[in-house]
């Protein structure tokens, strides 16, 4: 079975400050990894994705992630965070052995940058 | 490109009522997914199709049903509306390098 944890419910950071927004998740093969934003009253937007190679992934809006497969994280990050960035977050994984099966995604975390 | 779109943006039922919520794409995606969003509950797949006449259940499919007739529609149905599905809904499509393209959202309420 596949599952995403965002043990934070709220980050806060001051403007200009380094955010991280934490995700871990568990599958029982290789992970497709994803980060998803959503602003007040609208859709999800895509940000990033891990599929393959460099652990390292670089997104829209300044925002990147690393795959650490060792500690199963996917942690969103931004070196400099805009009070622009308020939003809730969301992670989300598939199996990628898994055939064309649903993403399953965290329970969001709600960031707030503070001018 | 429109992207996924959905109607209505809004609405409002009394309990037992029936309505369709009306979702489309035009990327030519196989994939397809609805979604209600509750406060604290995050995202929770509702159903989902990996083609035309293709659907299969989700992780709360109770109360609704959906079909897929062809690849750009893919409608989900409350059959007796109750309270409970008071929520946000989002329809989905995905492509073949895996980004998942989310509508506008229904918000719906249930008297």
């Known amino acids: 079975a596949q599952s995403v944890a965002q043990p934070e419910d709220q980050v806060n950071v001051a403007e200009g400050n380094p955010l991280t927004v934490k995700c871990t998740y568990s599958?029982?093969?290789?992970?497709?990894l994803f980060w998803y934003v959503q602003y007040p009253n609208r859709g999800l937007q895509f940000l990033l994705k891990?599929?393959?190679?460099?652990?390292l992934v670089k997104g829209s809006y300044g925002f990147e992630a690393e795959f650490n497969k060792s500690q199963t994280s996917f942690h969103l990050k931004k070196p400099s965070a805009l009070v622009s960035d308020s939003a809730l977050y969301f992670c989300?994984?598939?199996?990628?052995?898994?055939?064309?099966?649903?993403?399953?995604f965290g329970k969001g975390t709600r960031l707030s940058v503070i001018a | 490109n429109a992207g996924v779109t959905q109607t209505p943006k809004f609405q409002v039922l009394k309990t037992g009522q029936s309505m369709t919520l009306q979702c489309a794409q035009d990327?030519?995606?196989?994939?397809m997914s609805w979604y209600r969003q509750d406060p604290g509950m995050g995202l929770r797949l509702i159903h989902y199709?990996?083609?035309?006449?293709?659907?299969d259940q989700g992780e709360v499919p109770n109360g609704y049903n959906v079909s897929r007739s062809t690849t750009e529609d893919f409608p989900l149905r409350l059959l007796s509306a109750a309270p409970s599905q008071t929520s946000v809904y989002f329809c989905?499509?995905?492509?073949?390098?895996?980004?998942?393209?989310f509508g506008p959202g229904t918000r719906l309420t249930v008297l």
């Open positions: 989905a499509s995905k492509g073949g390098n895996n980004e998942q393209f």
């Open positions: 989300a994984v598939r199996d990628s052995n898994s055939g064309n099966t649903p993403l399953v």
């Open positions: 891990y599929i393959t190679g460099d652990n």
């Open positions: 599958v029982s093969g290789n992970p497709y």
């Open positions: 199709s990996v083609g035309a006449g293709i659907t």
């Open positions: 990327m030519n995606h196989e994939y």
